[in-house]
């Protein structure tokens, strides 16, 4: 499959430019759905991820289109992700346990004796692939009302309040998580993490250099909480029906060593959130704004001059 085209491009007005990734996305969401690959895992990953790009598309825009649009789109958009998350979490629990590495025997008896209790996907396999065809059809409404939506030269203060308010979640989310160590606080930051890790990779050709390095580090970040939420997921699992799993005694015996993980995944994650989030939102913004500038000038000057129809998104 060829490489998704999500960078804006300067040479083209910022409604266009968004519009252009939008659409692109669901075509080739929907492209995945029509004709599946032999990987039934990858094909849901794909269409979930393309769901998550688009809702932080609307969150980058958010400002500007208003709460009543973003909340019925962006909730039209999670209900859709939501319909394929049981298998995806079923899936990866059983992938997470088959991967964990055990020094005592009984913890790896208990591990072969949990593997035992998640059988079969068939069942899974056809709730799938029924929420996928709903699914087309709500991505393709979701192009027919991003088209609809009225779109007003801004260019910058289009996106710059979304942006910010992205970045200042992933701080204050960070901060929250380190200081109350729950899981939830956790799994919430790494919502915000993957929005703004989207949102700059359609922003990476205003400031090549220093994006590059923040987009690579953020994809390590929401890898390592991503991870972590794996273990999560796991665990939940076990416990909501251990006797499936081989009783109560063998489930704890599996997570003892997946708390261990967990501990050690998340002290990790410390020194590179702050690396990540060494500034605040305006310092950030304002810097990536002179850049922006810069990188439309050549063509800003011909968007203003020419001869403007509504521009619609």
């Known amino acids: ?46 269409v979930r991820v393309t769901i998550k790009r688009l809702r932080a598309l609307l969150r980058l825009i958010r400002p500007v289109i208003g709460e009543t649009a973003f909340n019925r789109e962006n909730g039209r958009l999670r209900e859709a992700g ?18 964990l590495a055990c020094s005592r025997r009984r913890e790896r008896d208990a591990v072969v004796s949990a593997l035992a209790g998640f059988g079969g996907n068939g ?13 087309e059809l709500e991505l393709e409404e979701s192009i027919r009302i991003l088209r609809a939506i009225p779109f007003s030269d801004g260019e910058w203060k289009v996106i710059e309040p ?16 380190f200081r109350q160590g729950d899981d939830e606080a956790f799994h919430k930051w790494r919502i915000r993490v993957k929005n703004l890790f989207y949102e700059l ?20 970040l929401q890898n390592e909480i991503g991870i972590d939420h794996d273990l999560v997921v796991l665990k939940r699992c076990l416990r909501g029906a251990p006797a499936a799993f081989g009783g ?26 702050k690396a990540v989030f060494d500034q605040k939102s305006r310092q950030f913004v304002r810097e990536l704004s002179q850049h922006w500038m810069n990188w439309r000038k050549p063509a800003l000057k011909s968007f203003l001059s020419a001869p403007r129809s509504d521009v619609r998104f």
């Open 201 to 220: 990779q359609m922003l990476r050709p205003v400031w090549p250099e220093r994006l590059k390095k923040m987009l690579a580090r953020l994809d390590q």
């Open 123 to 135: 069942e899974h396999r056809v709730e799938v692939t029924k929420a996928m065809k709903e699914i």
């Open 162 to 177: 979304g942006l910010r308010s992205v970045y200042r979640a992933c701080r204050k989310r960070m901060q929250r998580a």
């Open 248 to 273: 109560a005694e063998m489930v704890q015996r599996v997570i003892a060593p997946l708390d261990e993980k967990s501990r050690k995944l998340r002290r990790r994650l410390k020194p590179l959130g």
């Open 1 to 46: 499959m060829k490489e998704l085209d999500i960078c804006l491009r300067a040479d083209e007005a910022l409604g266009e430019g968004l519009l252009r990734v939008a659409d692109g996305l669901i075509q080739d969401a929907v492209q995945r759905i029509r004709r599946p690959t032999r990987d039934h895992t990858k094909d849901v990953h794909f």
């Open 82 to 99: 939501r319909r394929l998350s049981l298998s995806r979490d079923s899936e990866v629990a059983r992938q997470t346990l088959g991967r």
